[in-house]
């Protein structure tokens, strides 16, 4: 089950990542280089990861112009990641530039294909939240990541990034073979209401109940006193999740 956990390293401390992950060993297999450590380390934060025999999960949110995106996201391919992310937002012509890139790269440069990802709606908004940012919308926030979801599909994602509580409906909607990933995941015990910044969580176990591929969990593992033992109880609720036993 290490393979369906994303270890998230966001922080600028690159002595504490490279710690960590030597810790968690063989333990995890992913991990996710989001904004934060890109920005300080840049691709050698990628090539880092990868000298380990790990999987990496470049989560740049891209959203820009089609052209823009389409080239930025060959870049990513080029450094080797395994997934890559970026705003569904951003339009169906921007998210079929990047799948049209995404093939013409591996035809050329003969590298592997990383599965890509659409950004439906981040896990820190909340309907009220929703409502202020996109005004008079007759969706509501879920209706409104399932209708992102399908966009995605349509252009030819692999899957996307939601948060646990669109994750069922989702997978009813889009199929078994759509990727799922997500975030916002509260440790064991861990209430809703310590979940700082994330506004629509639920545990590992309840996310993959629900259909998730992948669980992405950040805070609860890096910043714990014992990151092994943290990372080995979130593996335990996976395990719970597909009703197994660690």
Known sequence: MN??????LDMNDLKKIQTIVDGLGDRVNWYKI??????????????FIKSKGRKVMLDLKYHDIPNTVARSCEGAMAM????????????????EAVVQAALLTVDVKKVERPKLLGITVLTSFDEALFKDMFGDI????????LFLAQLAQSAGLDGVV???????????????????????????????????????????????????DYIVVGRPIVKAKDPLA???KILEEIEHGFGKTA
């Open 3 to 8: 393979d369906r956990l994303i270890v998230a």
């Open 34 to 47: 989001g904004a934060v450590p890109f920005t300080y380390f840049g691709p050698e934060i990628v090539k």
């Open 80 to 95: 080797g990641v395994d997934m890559l992310t970026l705003h569904i937002q951003g339009g169906f012509q921007m998210l």
């Open 138 to 145: 007759s969706r509501t926030l879920d209706e409104h990541v």
């Open 162 to 212: 939601a948060s646990p509580q669109e994750t069922a409906k989702i997978r009813r909607t889009c199929g078994k073979d759509f990727l799922i990933v997500t975030p916002g995941i509260r440790a064991p015990g861990q209430s809703e209401d310590q979940g700082d910044d994330q506004a629509r969580t639920m545990t590992a176990a309840e996310a993959i109940k629900a259909g998730a």
């Open 230 to 232: 943290a990372a080995k």
